[in-house]
């Protein structure tokens, strides 16, 4: 995949968004989803997309949107280190195959680091348990402010 593409409606993602598939929600608006990474570097990796764009990467999307987007990663950040308390985060944001990326509908990743703690390698890591990421999200949620 190039960073020139007609969007895929069939990506994972955008099919999470018309919920063809399931995903670990966080939370939600009119504007963003943010649902658990289902192959998490570390302990509560979670997602942020819009639901609004159509965007594949950075260079695409619409400012309104990204705004949004950024400050539903804002928002889950903070939830995520009042709930987990890791020593320091990521904010992570792949373009292109050959930027890494994998899924092709932009978004960002909140990645928990802790320094004893080896972050798994992206696009390597095992799939978690549905309900260990269940308990996560909802910990992460029920520090939203
Ligand atoms: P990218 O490589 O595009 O930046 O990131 C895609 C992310 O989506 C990866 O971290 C990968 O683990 C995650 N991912 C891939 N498939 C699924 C899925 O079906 N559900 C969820 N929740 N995450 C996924």
């Known amino acids: 995949m190039t960073l020139h593409a007609p969007y895929d409606p069939d990506n994972i993602f955008a099919r999470i968004l018309k919920g063809q598939i399931p995903s670990v929600k966080v939370w939600e608006d009119a504007d963003v989803l943010v649902f658990m990474d289902v192959f998490p570097q570390s302990e509560g ?3 942020v997309v819009s ?3 159509t965007a594949r990467n ?3 999307i619409e400012p309104e949107a990204l705004a949004k987007v950024m400050e539903a990663t804002r ?3 903070r939830a995520v280190e009042k709930a987990l308390k890791p020593e320091g985060f990521q904010i992570l ?5 050959a930027g890494g990326q994998t899924v092709f ?3 960002f990743h ?3 680091r802790w320094a004893d703690r080896p972050m798994k390698g992206h696009g390597h890591a095992p799939m978690a348990d549905t309900e260990a990421l269940r308990a996560l999200a909802d910990r992460i949620a029920a520090e939203l402010e």
Not at 93 to 97: A, T
């Open 58 to 60: 950075l260079l695409e």
């Open 51 to 53: 639901k609004t764009s």
């Open 45 to 47: 990796h979670v997602l």
């Open 93 to 97: 944001q792949f373009n292109g195959e």
């Open 105 to 107: 509908h932009l978004h």
């Open 75 to 77: 928002r889950t950040a």
């Open 110 to 112: 909140i990645v928990p």
